[in-house]
């Protein structure tokens, strides 16, 4: 990794033109190294400076590029030369850069790229967000059923330099069904004068163009491939996804569920790219929401006004007893939603779980019940000893049980189970905590004859 | 992906030994596909159905159980075959395996095994958890630099059948210092006659065999690696992380974030196998701290104690008012701990985000103090109105910075900034909510000459 340049230097070697100096740097390094090294060049200076590699190389800095970086080096260069970029870069990059431009940018540069590279881009916008179509590339190596292993290696090495991958290969018919699969490790390994069909894998795994990325992610993840197929409704092959885009997926899908978690409805953009505005409405609605949820507390205060009225200390432990629910519930809930999320805990082992974290919720209470009887018994004495301690043994079972089959239900009901965030299970835990403390009170109170 | 099988016909077959129908069966799937389909089947029905294949298609299949799964098969074959087994195995998938057995089982099994893969899984069983050496592999294909590219494709299609990956090819020089590295497409394209020191790209990417895994995660994701080399101190080659080991390690660390955002350590294990005293044990230290956190709370409460015993419909307001400003702050907090995570925002921006945030916050409290001026008035008249409103106003503006603000300040402190968890968050909240809240009411009445 050693690259021995530092910013000013490359900077210097830009002022002065030194052709060599440039030209070596943008050959030498790997295109993301490049990328990231030169974030902070300006425009002009970054345009400069790519000028000094061949164009698949320029292509391959710039896809490495942030987004924004990308669109904001578009509106710094000529359409002529920004269409010959199009054209070499990898067909997914330059769509989901083509999605980041606005729409008067885009249709300036269209009318200048290869009519073909024209029709890939506007098939590739076509497709729904966040589906498989929407993802996957169309630069994809692909090989005839009939020829011999030698043939398809002279054909793969023809079609190597602007493909995604080589590594798998994929076996069409004349009219592109998907009818099977070779990896570069089989033709490597394969006799020379095998035919593919031979020896091709017939029991492709695909998606289908419509499937939802995450399906798409699940699938690849399950298999370990570099890259899955992708077909129409009639079976024919439209493109691939790669490992790479895989990653991707994953990390905006477990952006999206963190959200989720907080009550946060999910960003179309990426949390820097979102507006104030964009913020806020999706922020808001659960707010609100969550406002009527909590009216079910105010009520049982209001139920409770006069023992509160009449014991006022029970005031002072409101806070850590509720508090104490919400954190418990919000706990349970994000175990839970995880476990399922990837698969570690099935719809069908509820029953198992509940059981377990019933368990869990004894030890929790009372480790809890014992430090809230001490804090109880330090500030008002045996009986609100005995009234804190019981109420915050009952809260956490109970809270805790809340956040462990609320999950459950809402996967059961068919709602994405992360709706079970922290906000709900916390603001769900207040009213529970709060009805659960008024109830031990009163009781305890009554047997000690203290109301 | 079309397997025609149901279980219980693959059962029939096996109950009468059709041999021609198993063989056919464990050779035409993909063994992922085999081992999720036969997930149900007894240990001894797997291993009766596991011979039916070559041993290398049985270590396949047997990989893609899960690690429970694998663990109850070693235990119901014998320690011979499962010594076969082991030596076909990829060599970072057994050693996943062997960690999740019983030491007694591992040294009963390792004796059996053939002399140079027990020296390999002891070596890569000595990694500390969670470094590039623990989830590396040391299935690697190397080469030397002088040969030609015509030779250097026959060593690699030698080496092809036991190796991880032969798509990426690293360049070693006697001491196996890690000097180059060619793709198997470089070699596919370049002329057969050129020697691999020619062709190779020197600058290599690699990691530290001591580095935490998560760097690795990041780096392979920045360069879109198929496979990263590790090196050790005297940058010998010691192993490759490959892009399948990628995606669980980016799930582990998810995992990790999620339940650190719920205030649960992390889980050495998943939930499943995690046992009631450690899922204990991993939530009850936050618990118990956040009392303390709480006693904030109560401390406010007890210093206005005689104002809520006055004008106790205050009471009635309090879980709307503490609870909205948790999910505010919960939210802002998760939103800025993922953003950070994904390199989406840096710590230098924590300026220009808590502007932001400020006014998101100002559009979020008018809102909410809007909805919460009704309920005030609705229940309690104008001045009730205008207290829980104002306080609304102030108490989401104010938790909602210190939601976006704390995770720039535990970056700054070196703490994960996960650590920012919604219960601390939610706790904090209540505090800051009280006091706010007592305030704005003391303040307005004292103007309304109600006190």
């Given at each position: 990794v050693g690259n021995p340049l530092l910013l000013p230097e490359l900077r210097a070697m830009l002022a002065e033109d030194d052709k060599a100096g440039l030209v070596e740097f943008m050959t030498e390094l790997h295109p993301a190294g490049i990328a990231e090294f030169i974030e902070d060049l300006s425009v002009e200076e970054t345009w400069q400076l790519l000028a000094h590699a061949p164009i698949e190389q320029q292509a391959a800095v710039f896809s490495f590029f942030p987004l924004e970086k990308q669109a904001e080096l578009v509106s710094g260069v000529g359409r002529e030369r920004m269409s010959k970029l199009l054209e070499k870069m990898s067909h997914d990059d330059r769509v989901d850069l083509l999605q980041h431009l606005d729409d008067e940018v885009v249709e300036s540069l269209l009318p200048l790229v290869a009519k073909a590279d024209r029709e890939d881009i506007r098939r590739l916008l076509s497709y729904p967000e966040d589906s498989a179509g929407a993802v996957m590339t169309t630069d994809y190596a692909t090989l005839p059923p009939e020829i011999t292993v030698s043939d398809a290696i002279a054909r793969v090495r023809h079609q190597a330099?602007?493909?995604?991958?080589?590594?798998y290969i994929y076996v069409v018919d004349d009219n592109r069904h998907l009818i099977g699969f070779v990896s570069l490790r089989d033709l490597i390994i394969a006799?020379?004068?095998?035919?593919i069909a031979d020896i091709m894998q017939r029991e492709v795994v695909f998606v289908r163009v419509d499937d939802d990325q995450e399906e798409v992610a699940r699938t690849m993840g399950k298999y370990d491939f570099i890259a899955i197929p992708v077909v129409d409704e009639q079976d024919r092959l439209v493109g691939i996804v790669t490992f790479d885009d895989l990653a991707d997926v994953m990390e905006d899908e477990a952006t999206e569920d963190f959200h989720l978690a907080a009550a946060?409805?999910?960003?179309?953009?990426?949390y820097s790219d979102s507006t104030i505005w964009m913020l806020f409405s999706k922020r808001a609605g659960w707010l609100v929401g969550l406002v009527f949820v909590s009216l079910l507390s105010s009520g049982v205060i209001a139920a409770y006004e006069q023992t509160l009225e009449r014991e006022i200390i029970l005031a002072f432990f409101l806070p850590l007893l509720i508090g104490s629910g919400g954190n418990t519930g919000a706990q349970a809930a994000t175990l839970i939603v995880r476990a399922l999320a990837t698969d570690?805990?099935?719809?069908?082992?509820w029953f198992r779980t509940a059981f377990k974290e019933i368990a869990v919720g004894l030890a929790l209470g009372a480790t809890m019940a014992a430090a809230s009887f001490a804090l109880g018994y330090f500030r008002g004495g045996l009986v609100v000893g005995i009234i804190v301690g019981t109420s915050m043994m009952c809260i956490v079972l109970f809270t805790n049980l809340i956040g462990t089959l609320l999950p459950f239900a809402l996967t059961r009901l068919k709602?994405?189970?992360?709706?079970?965030?922290s906000p709900l299970i916390t603001t769900l835990a207040d009213a529970t905590g709060l009805l659960l403390y008024f109830w031990v009170a009163g009781w305890v109170m009554s047997l000690t004859g203290r109301m």
């Open positions: 330099p602007d493909r995604e991958t080589i590594y006799r020379p004068t095998a035919r946060v409805a999910p960003l179309p953009h990426g570690e805990v099935r719809l069908g082992e709602f994405d189970p992360a709706g079970a965030s």
